[in-house]
T-cell receptor, first 116, second 116 residues
Framework: GAVVSQHPSRVICKSGTSVKIECRSLDFQATTMFWYRQFPKQSLMLMAT?????????EQGVEKDKFLINHASLTLSTLTVTSAHPEDSSFYICSARDLNGFLEAFFGQGTRLTVV | AQTVTQSQPEMSVQEAETVTLSCTYDTSESDYYLFWYKQPPSRQMILVIRQEAYKQQNATENRFSVNFQKAAKSFSLKISDSQLGDAAMYFCAYRSARGSNYKLTFGKGTLLTVNP
């Protein structure tokens, strides 16, 4: 099956610094990737949709200047959390849709971000 | 906007028994897709089963089956012969079939415990 790799799986950073999370589709091309945030014991909240070669579409309430998304190739999207605050600590998950249009999206294993 | 409701925050089942997880959704669209995802403690999202709204036949994947009632906008998941490995958070999700919007809308999830 299709594999989506997310890196790093865990990261700790200091307040005020920036951290980059990568999402790669390993065996398929992904025109569209999605970034979610998940708080403990809660559901996945869509943050933004990124399309290869164009600007990401952010959901209402998500600060685009704080959560920078780049989707420079058909296999890689990155999420950069800028000027991180402790309240940005969360679990971030990406998913990718196959170019060939499979019905479901495939998920990465997630990144646990802790801002200290 | 579409909404997905999972009214059971937690459920438990004895090993080898059957359990049904509930999901209802609200939409004005006639063509869409519904999914059940499993999130074990590893936090990796795993697709359990999917249903195309235009298909009347309920989807089945081994021990997992759905009861899709389109008129009632209900999409329950039945797990037969429950196993310890089935313990996880289960999310019901909706996706429109229109256009190129492949966003998933998730319910709040049901935490399933399997008792030995």
């Amino acid at each position: 099956g299709a594999v989506v790799s997310q890196h790093p799986s865990r990261v700790i950073c200091k307040s005020g610094t920036s951290v980059k999370i990568e999402c790669r589709s390993l065996d398929f091309q992904a025109t569209t990737m999605f970034w979610y945030r998940q708080f403990p014991k809660q559901s996945l909240m869509l943050m933004a949709t990124s399309n290869e070669g164009s600007k990401a579409t952010y959901e209402q309430g998500v600060e685009k200047d704080k959560f920078l998304i780049n989707h420079a190739s058909l296999t890689l999207s990155t999420l950069t959390v800028t000027s991180a605050h402790p309240e940005d600590s969360s679990f971030y998950i990406c998913s990718a849709r196959d170019l060939n249009g499979f019905l479901e999206a495939f998920f990465g294993q997630g990144t646990r971000l802790t801002v200290v | 906007a579409q909404t997905v409701t999972q009214s059971q925050p937690e459920m438990s089942v004895q090993e080898a028994e059957t359990v049904t997880l509930s999901c209802t959704y609200d939409t004005s669209e006639s063509d869409y897709y519904l999914f059940w995802y499993k999130q074990p403690p590893s936090r990796q999202m795993i697709l359990v089963i999917r249903q195309e709204a235009y298909k009347q036949q309920n989807a089945t994947e081994n021990r997992f089956s759905v009861n899709f009632q389109k008129a009632a906008k209900s999409f329950s998941l039945k797990i037969s012969d429950s196993q310890l490995g089935d313990a996880a958070m289960y999310f019901c999700a909706y996706r429109s079939a229109r256009g190129s919007n492949y966003k998933l809308t998730f319910g709040k999830g049901t935490l399933l415990t399997v008792n030995p």
